[in-house]
T-cell receptor, first 114, second 110 residues
Framework: DGGITQSPKYLFRKEGQNVTLSCEQN?????MYWYRQDPGQGLRLIYY???????QKGDIAEGYSVSREKKESFPLTVTSAQKNPTAFYLCASSITGQGSYEQYFGPGTRLTVT | GNSVTQMEGPVTLSEEAFLTINCTYT??????LFWYVQYPGEGLQLLLKATKADDKGSNKGFEATYRKETTSFHLEKGSVQVSDSAVYFC?????????FGAGTTVTVRA
């Protein structure tokens, strides 16, 4: 079955620690995305990558970092510089180009930092 | 920049009621428009999409029509079920990314 996997589903960390969220896809998509979702708000784009070894900041990149060393993988690191890291994080992927290509989402990781 | 505004919730309905969720957009040109659905504790799933003016997207009894003249893409379903309880997001394609509305929480009671 093709799809996007995110692990773990729930993650707990102490304040001041960096944490890395995993995102893997086997859809052969070139583009991958990270979003943050807070209660009562829409999704906000953190980072996106259109191709391996290249990525761009989204609307709320401060306190986050990413890498794109493989087409299938786009891990997100939440650093200690992120002021309010507790949130639901969603990874997505899509075909690249200017067409009407929808994004496919993973099941999400709920991060709680105390 | 391009943006989406959707009606605030929460919306609570009885089974078999008619559902409408309003969505309007601001954009240069004619971007593709989407409705996504999120069930509790899960990621988003594409519900339907439309790529040009007057296109109608439909899926699982839901419909939405791309209206250029009113810059709208309202979601409708004629008879909702308890299983339709979810958060619904309107979105538009903005170059290489999607811009989402804030989401509308829908609860259907038996």
């Amino acid at each position: 079955d093709g799809g996007i996997t995110q692990s773990p589903k729930y993650l707990f960390r102490k304040e001041g620690q960096n944490v890395t969220l995993s995102c893997e896809q086997n859809l052969n998509h070139d583009a991958m995305y990270w979003y943050r979702q807070d209660p009562g708000q829409g999704l906000r784009l953190i980072y996106y990558s259109q191709i391996v070894n290249d990525f761009q900041k989204g609307d709320i990149a401060e306190g986050y970092s990413v890498s794109r060393e493989k087409k299938e993988s786009f891990p997100l690191t939440v650093t200690s510089a992120q002021k309010n890291p507790t949130a639901f994080y969603l990874c997505a992927s899509s075909i690249t180009g200017q067409g009407s290509y929808e994004q496919y989402f993973g099941p999400g990781t709920r991060l709680t930092v105390t | 920049g391009n943006s989406v505004t959707q009606m605030e919730g929460p919306v609570t309905l009885s089974e078999e009621a008619f559902l409408t969720i309003n969505c309007t957009y601001t954009a240069t040109g004619y971007p593709s428009l989407f409705w996504y659905v999120q069930y509790p504790g899960e990621g988003l799933q594409l519900l339907l999409k439309a790529t040009k003016a007057d296109d109608k997207g439909s899926n699982k009894g839901f419909e939405a029509t791309y209206r250029k003249e009113t810059t709208s893409f309202h979601l409708e379903k004629g008879s909702v079920q308890v299983s339709d309880s979810a958060v619904y997001f309107c979105a538009l394609r903005d170059l290489f990314k999607l811009s989402f509305g804030a989401g509308t929480t829908v609860t259907v009671r038996a």
